[in-house]
């Protein structure tokens, strides 16, 4: 398989929920007038808590300074894996279960801390563009490195690192983090986007204007309800994570659905902000999934992570991680 590393520089960043306004103009411009920018890499996930954005350094130019808006500190580069040859973006979604064990758990066993935005269409694997020396030395033996330079995609240079690395130790990796799974099932779908102009007044209300649920913060299983929106627009193609509430609001026939219509169950990773230093997150929660072959989407935000499993395996998914969260104890 190829590992491709895409050209963007990436920024990740929050904006507080009583600062969204402040930041509207921009994020409007990004997600519905692409071509009055030169962004080509977009998130935008809001939670309870506040708004995630990850975009490239072009689209970065795009929002406000402003007490609001906190950056990490990084800048950060995505990667992409692709079976067989095609564009990363066109390839069918294998889900990050899928690479826990070829990717996820040797950067984990590494000390490589990842950031994880699962779409529609694939999976990017966001990582600091420092441990890229260390990522390539890592992944090497399993993968065919690209890297992707003014769009055309080339064989990626060793960066002079041959030798120096300790081979890690292996570990167990428990689940040390609270898990919480609200009551709301979510679809993960997309659309054209030349139909984008035709419900775009719809997604800024869901985006930005819509009451929504507001709580705080999720502390059980049956604590209802949260507010869970992702769109994302990557190279062109459209992502959305919504609630399946909120689907029902769209015309007939604009969202892409599977044949099955499936339908996503979340689990939420963190009782307080998990930071951005702690590496192993995505592992522990990927793995056991992995080994159960279980497949998930998992997207990253500033203060907690969340993985979406299919709607008929909450059970199995929380009862296998429940085991391993107690052999943390």
């Known amino acids: 398989m190829e590992l491709h590393i895409l050209e963007h520089s990436l920024k990740v960043a929050s904006i507080a929920k009583e600062g969204i306004q402040i930041c509207t103009h921009g994020l409007i411009k990004l997600a519905f007038l692409p071509s009055k920018t030169r962004c ?21 130019k795009e929002l406000p300074e402003s007490e609001h808006l906190s950056v990490a500190e ?17 390839s069918q979604p294998i889900g990050v279960t899928k ?3 070829s990717v996820i758990a040797p950067l984990a066993d590494h000390n490589i801390s990842v950031f994880m935005l699962s779409t529609y269409q694939t999976d990017f694997i966001l990582v600091r563009e420092r441990d890229l020396p260390m990522v390539m030395h890592t992944l090497s033996s399993e993968f065919t490195l690209l890297r992707v330079v003014n769009g055309e995609t080339v064989a990626a240079n060793s960066l002079g690192v041959t030798n ?26 997309s659309l054209d986007p030349d139909t984008l102009p035709s419900v775009a007044t719809l997604l800024m209300d869901v985006m930005f204007y819509s009451s929504g649920t ?13 507010r869970f929106f992702s769109f994302s627009l990557i190279e062109g193609y459209i992502s959305l994570v919504m609630d399946e509430q ?15 219509g499936e339908l996503w169950k979340m689990v939420r990773i963190g009782g307080q902000p998990l930071g951005f230093d702690e590496c192993g997150i995505v592992a522990q929660i990927s793995e056991p999934l992995a080994t159960a072959d279980i497949p998930a989407y998992y997207i990253s935000t500033f203060k907690f992570d969340h993985a979406l499993v299919p709607e008929e395996n909450i059970q199995s998914v929380i009862g296998a991680l429940r085991t391993n969260e107690s052999a943390g104890q």
């Open 164 to 189: 120096g690395f300790v081979k890690p130790k292996l570990v167990q990796r428990p689940i040390i983090h609270p898990l919480s799974s609200p009551s709301n099932m979510f679809c993960v779908t």
């Open 246 to 260: 909120t689907t029902r609001r769209f015309p007939n026939n604009v969202l892409f659905t599977s044949a099955s």
């Open 99 to 101: 690479i826990a064990k």
């Open 214 to 226: 507001k709580e705080p913060g999720v502390a059980s299983e049956d604590s209802g309800l949260i």
């Open 74 to 90: 990084a800048t950060w580069l995505a990667l992409n894996v692709v079976s067989g040859g095609g564009s990363s973006s066109s």
């Open 40 to 60: 080509k890499f977009f998130s935008l996930t809001e939670t309870p808590e506040d708004y995630t954005i990850i975009v490239d350094e072009e689209g970065f």
